[in-house]
């Protein structure tokens, strides 16, 4: 299943997008996409559901803003230099552990939504990266079991602020976290739909041209890695999203000059079978 989440910011409401291509409303489900949904085998309960009145759901309209396809949850966790080839354009050694940090879950916006380019910001970045949705809480899991607590996945651009995440003092999580900096979407699509997460190619457009193209089979740490290792220091609750990390091609990265959002810079990515977004970047509104 494709689940998505459609109307304006704050009232968003529940759907689905069919092998057809069609995004339905599922309002009459009575549940949003959220912790709780996961929690109690929505996406099981869902897929009964759609079976007695899959055909009697109306379609959405063309021009409905899309957000999140999950409302906001507990937590984004990302895995900081997941890529071999990243950690190389960096100049950064590759990690014995995975990297961890946090983005503000206020961050979280839509697939379609604009990149706010903060106050006094001068190298605002672009990340494209694969999303893991957990389906239910996992506490001490191990590698072996790990992929059972997945419910799907989606694809995230890890927007980031580079001066802010290394030369502010203290953690990443101040250059990660400014409102809109997690566009996730379009959709959630079940990981049933993909057969392996780990040969994926991802890719990531600015104003047109490719800067990030990549297949997740370069990680470093694979997801059954990642999620034995974060569930041994916190509890991953329904719902809570993991960024894997972003492939080679960065602004920061960009030799011999870097090269940073500018307000009306199109960015455009996605990620095989995950759908694709767009976000515009402009200077913050209430700046």
Request: glycine share 10%.
């Amino acid at each position: 299943m494709k689940l998505l989440r459609f109307g304006p910011i704050g009232q968003e409401k529940p759907g689905i997008q069919t092998a057809d291509g069609k995004n339905l409303d599922c309002s009459s489900f009575g549940e949003d996409w959220n912790e709780s949904f996961f929690e109690n085998e929505g996406l099981h309960r869902l897929r009964l559901w759609l079976r007695e009145n899959q055909s009697k759901l109306s379609e959405i309209p063309k021009n409905a803003r899309l957000g999140s396809p999950i409302a906001r949850p507990s937590k984004i966790i990302c895995i900081g230099l997941n890529y071999r080839m990243h950690a190389e354009e960096a100049g950064m050694p590759v990690p014995e552990v995975p990297i961890i940090f946090m983005k503000a879950t206020s961050s979280l916006c839509g697939p379609y939504d604009p990149i706010f380019i903060p106050k006094n910001s001068t190298q605002t970045d672009w990340e494209v990266e694969l999303a893991v949705i957990f389906g239910k809480r996992a506490k001490y899991v191990s590698v072996e079991n790990a992929m059972e607590y997945v419910a799907g996945y989606a694809t995230h651009n890890d927007v980031s602020e580079r001066d802010f995440q290394l030369r502010h003092g203290g953690q990443w999580v101040k250059g990660k976290s400014a409102d809109h900096f997690a566009p996730l979407g379009p959709y959630l699509v079940t990981k049933d739909e993909i057969s392996d997460p780990h040969k994926l190619r991802l890719w990531l457009k600015l104003n047109g041209k490719i800067v990030q193209d990549s297949n997740t089979s370069d990680f470093i740490f694979d997801i059954p890695t990642i999620i034995a290792h974060l569930s041994q220091y916190m509890t991953l609750l329904p719902g809570d999203v993991i960024s894997t990390g972003t492939p080679a091609g960065v602004g920061m990265g960009l030799k011999p000059n870097p090269r940073y959002l500018e307000h009306g810079d199109v960015v455009e990515l996605g990620i095989d079978g995950l759908g694709n977004s767009r976000q515009v970047a402009m200077n913050d509104p209430e700046a």
